[in-house]
């Protein structure tokens, strides 16, 4: 693999980090990839908890948060994060995941010395999961693409605020040690920091979906007279859209960081197939349909790490990156989505088969199509940024 990826601008003390997060996902993550304890709304807590004490006894826990409370760059955490994925628990293990990754990023980012010594401490050791709660029900007519339509509420009780309405799919809900809500007040959309469990969080249900990789599942959820201590809200009323966006942009990479470790394994794990696998008197790789197959492969995976790293590149220039991580998020899904596809035709009837992660794989990215914004919608949002720079570019 290490052929494969990129390493140039990329700092030796990050490479080493990958390199070292690769042989611990490989060696020994990969092994629990059959492991029973896993089920259609994630990993359970218990097979967590054996991976992360693997993952802090091989020094990789955490592995793009420095030991001094730094961050790598988004190059390095490129080069850290694909890796990472090279199996669906290398995230859970090394705590690289969804929604705990973008979780930590924001925190580290906005959020007060008391609120990070409460709540970040916990996160980056790995001892504490979160979630992410601002998309809403569609049959309530809340926030999904459109968060503008969020129909949470957020009201002033003396020094604390009451936080009333529905969420869905929010991710790792149950069994999370903390929340980040959004809700809505008189000045716009606000963020909390809340305890979980907590009585007025109410778990309706765990939905089923395509889906497996994150524990906990996707959750639906109300959430009934939340009463929040004031200090727990981060920023100012109003602010929250704007550390949505802090936080939606790198998020969206990492995703397509860990899906991309994903693909490049069940690549490989077709290509071994297609070399072993005889049909006609010569191995599969030998026919052109096959081989033309991972051949495509070779170069979606090669568009997608591209598209990453100048993505990358540009959230480490210092801009807010909306517009790039919203084209590399459409390429790369639609691209992972090809090669994943392709994985399993190669494969035929054992590609449809749980013995390999190649059936799981073209799963998690269907989805990934369509979480942190569909396809269609950052197109939509592209094409009006198109719209707005053409009319700023004409003559007065």
Same mark, same amino acid.
């Given at each position: 693999?290490?052929?494969?990826? &990129?390493?140039?601008?990329?700092?030796?003390?990050?490479?080493? #980090?990958?390199?070292?997060?690769?042989?611990f996902v490989r060696e020994t993550v990969a092994p629990y990839e059959r492991d029973?304890?896993?089920?259609?709304?994630?990993?359970?807590?218990?097979?967590?908890?054996?991976?992360?004490?693997?993952?802090?006894?091989?020094?990789?826990?955490?592995?793009?948060?420095?030991?001094?409370?730094?961050?790598?760059?988004?190059?390095?955490?490129?080069?850290?994060?694909?890796?990472?994925?090279?199996?669906?628990?290398?995230?859970?293990?090394?705590? /690289?995941?969804?929604?705990?990754?973008?979780?930590?990023?924001?925190?580290?980012?906005?959020?007060?010395?008391?609120?990070?010594?409460?709540?970040? /401490?916990?996160?980056?050791?790995?001892?504490?999961?979160?979630?992410?709660?601002? /998309?809403?029900? !569609?049959?309530?007519?809340?926030?999904?693409?459109?968060?503008?339509?969020?129909?949470?509420?957020?009201?002033?009780?003396?020094?604390?605020?009451?936080?009333?309405?529905?969420?869905?799919?929010?991710?790792?809900?149950?069994?999370?040690?903390?929340?980040?809500?959004?809700?809505?007040?008189?000045?716009?959309?606000?963020?909390?920091?809340?305890?979980?469990?907590?009585? !007025?969080?109410?778990?309706?249900?765990?939905?089923?979906?395509?889906?497996?990789?994150?524990?906990?599942?996707?959750?639906?959820? /109300?959430?009934?007279?939340?009463?929040?201590?004031?200090? &727990?809200?981060?920023?100012?009323?109003?602010?929250?859209?704007?550390?949505?966006?802090?936080?939606?942009?790198?998020?969206?990479?990492?995703?397509?960081?860990?899906?991309?470790?994903?693909?490049?394994?069940?690549?490989?794990?077709?290509?071994?197939?297609?070399?072993?696998?005889?049909?006609?008197?010569?191995?599969?790789?030998?026919?052109?349909?096959?081989?033309?197959?991972?051949?495509?492969?070779?170069?979606?995976?090669?568009?997608?790490?591209?598209?990453?790293?100048?993505?990358?590149?540009?959230?480490?220039?210092?801009?807010?990156?909306?517009?790039?991580?919203?084209?590399?998020?459409? !390429?790369?899904?639609?691209?992972?989505?090809?090669?994943?596809?392709?994985?399993? &035709?190669?494969?035929?009837?054992?590609?449809?088969?749980?013995?390999?992660?190649?059936e799981q794989v073209f799963r998690e990215i269907r989805a990934f199509r369509i979480?942190?914004?569909?396809?269609?919608?950052?197109?939509?949002?592209?094409?009006?940024? #198109?719209?707005?720079?053409?009319?700023?570019?004409?003559?007065?």
């Amino acid at each position: 693999m290490n052929k494969m990826l &990129q390493r140039e601008g990329i700092s030796a003390r990050a490479l080493e #980090i990958a390199d070292k997060v690769e042989a611990f996902v490989r060696e020994t993550v990969a092994p629990y990839e059959r492991d029973p304890r896993q089920g259609a709304h994630g990993p359970s807590e218990d097979l967590a908890n054996e991976l992360k004490a693997l993952a802090r006894a091989a020094g990789v826990m955490t592995p793009h948060i420095l030991e001094d409370g730094g961050h790598l760059t988004q190059r390095e955490t490129a080069a850290v994060l694909i890796r990472s994925g090279l199996s669906p628990l290398g995230p859970l293990a090394c705590h /690289t995941c969804a929604p705990d990754e973008g979780n930590m990023f924001l925190l580290g980012k906005v959020a007060s010395p008391e609120l990070k010594e409460r709540f970040l /401490t916990r996160m980056v050791d790995g001892s504490m999961r979160t979630a992410f709660f601002m /998309t809403e029900p !569609a049959e309530d007519g809340g926030a999904g693409s459109d968060p503008s339509m969020m129909l949470t509420t957020c009201k002033m009780d003396g020094n604390h605020w009451v936080v009333n309405g529905r969420k869905t799919y929010i991710t790792g809900a149950d069994g999370a040690g903390m929340g980040i809500i959004m809700a809505k007040s008189d000045d716009g959309a606000c963020m909390f920091l809340v305890d979980l469990p907590h009585p !007025a969080i109410r778990i309706e249900r765990v939905l089923d979906t395509i889906d497996n990789s994150m524990p906990g599942g996707h959750a639906v959820i /109300t959430i009934d007279n939340l009463r929040v201590p004031a200090d &727990q809200m981060l920023g100012a009323s109003g602010e929250g859209f704007k550390y949505a966006q802090v936080r939606l942009a790198p998020a969206r990479l990492s995703h397509c960081m860990r899906w991309l470790g994903a693909c490049v394994r069940a690549h490989e794990i077709a290509t071994n197939y297609a070399n072993r696998r005889m049909a006609f008197g010569k191995p599969l790789i030998d026919h052109e349909g096959v081989g033309f197959m991972l051949a495509e492969n070779l170069m979606d995976l090669k568009q997608a790490e591209l598209m990453i790293y100048w993505c990358a590149d540009v959230l480490d220039s210092g801009a807010q990156g909306g517009a790039e991580s919203s084209m590399a998020k459409v !390429a790369v899904s639609e691209a992972l989505m090809r090669v994943a596809d392709r994985c399993v &035709q190669c494969m035929g009837g054992q590609g449809v088969t749980a013995d390999t992660i190649v059936e799981q794989v073209f799963r998690e990215i269907r989805a990934f199509r369509i979480y942190d914004g569909p396809t269609e919608v950052h197109k939509w949002s592209l094409a009006k940024k #198109i719209k707005r720079d053409w009319k700023a570019a004409q003559p007065a």
